[in-house]
Nanobody, 127 residues
Framework: QVQLVESGGGLVQAGGSLRLSCAPS????????MGWFRQAPGKEREFVAT????????YYADSVKDRFTIFGDNTKNTVSLQMNSMKPEDTAVYYC????????????????????WGQGTQVTVSS
């Protein structure tokens, strides 16, 4: 059984930084994209960022572009999300996800395109 385990969530003041990490447990598997999604209270889960494991190419939601950076180690299927200049609207549960499919584009932003998910980690940004 494959599981993704997130870590690094917590409480931060507006303007501050946090780094989230995600690592797999269980059997090994090949990934083509790893990504981060988030779900704020009362809202649907939304795409945040993704990285193409083999090429290192990245893609971000407009709301986090230039503030968040996704990076990973494709040999270990690990991925991290560095979040800077955080805003109260970044408050959400953040989920790590992994896609084992070789999509035609590196911009893999749909939930249905990911096969494995973590349990989520809470990030709260105070004003």
């Amino acid at each position: 059984q494959v599981q993704l385990v997130e870590s690094g969530g917590g409480l931060v003041q507006a303007g501050g930084s946090l780094r989230l990490s995600c690592a797999p447990s269980g059997r090994t598997f090949r990934t083509y994209n790893m990504g981060w999604f988030r779900q704020a209270p009362g809202k649907e889960r939304e795409f945040v960022a993704t990285i193409r494991s083999t090429l290192g190419s990245t893609y971000y939601a407009d709301s986090v572009k230039d503030r968040f950076t996704i990076f990973g180690d494709n040999t270990k299927n690990t991925v991290s999300l560095q979040m800077n200049s955080m805003k109260p609207e970044d408050t959400a549960v953040y989920y790590c996800a992994a896609s084992t499919q070789n999509w035609a584009t590196a911009q893999v932003t749909g939930e249905h395109q990911y096969d494995y998910w973590g349990q989520g980690t809470q990030v709260t940004v105070s004003s």
